[in-house]
């Protein structure tokens, strides 16, 4: 366990402070993506059911102020269906471009050497260039992580908003 952490401390340490923010917003992203998960699997069951309650037991389901509760009913389902959605897509949005920083705070670094050590030692043009690209490979590697665990989670809420349009149709007429 601990020569786990030594590598993983070892491998943020070659990739600077940007890779550290990576992986704060990995965290960020993925909690809040298991949170979408979680409210799947068990929140919203209960809430469809108590929608689809609140509407069977009603008997007027034609009038026009009938359909403006169901419209209201059908807005609700898709906010909270749809809750998060668009911060888990902004999250991604920003990995790619916290590796591009993590890209040019290396090359600066590489500058910074070769303007004050010259090109003789190439020990340290590598440290920078190695600097360089981790945070880019990780902040790649994070959004394709999120763009399908994303993909699943868009797939599944279309599923789940004509789902309940088609249950609470089952009424009206």
Known sequence: MSDSF???????????????????????MWTLILERLIFHRVGYRAFRHQLLEV????EDKSSWYARRIREAMLSRA???IDRNMALIKTLILLCPLFGLLG??????????????????DVKPI??????AT????????????????MTWLSRRAVREKALIQDQLDIGTG
């Open 78 to 80: 898709g906010q909270a």
């Open 126 to 131: 590598a440290a920078g260039i190695s600097r």
């Open 6 to 28: 030594d590598a993983l401390l070892s491998f943020m340490g070659l990739g600077g402070t940007v890779l550290w923010l990576i992986a704060l917003l990995v965290f960020a």
């Open 103 to 120: 890209t040019v705070t290396g090359m600066i670094e590489v500058f910074t050497v070769l303007s004050v050590a010259g090109s003789g």
């Open 55 to 58: 509407w069977t037991t009603r």
């Open 134 to 149: 981790i945070p880019t490979m990780a902040g790649m590697v994070a959004a394709l992580s999120g763009v399908f665990a």
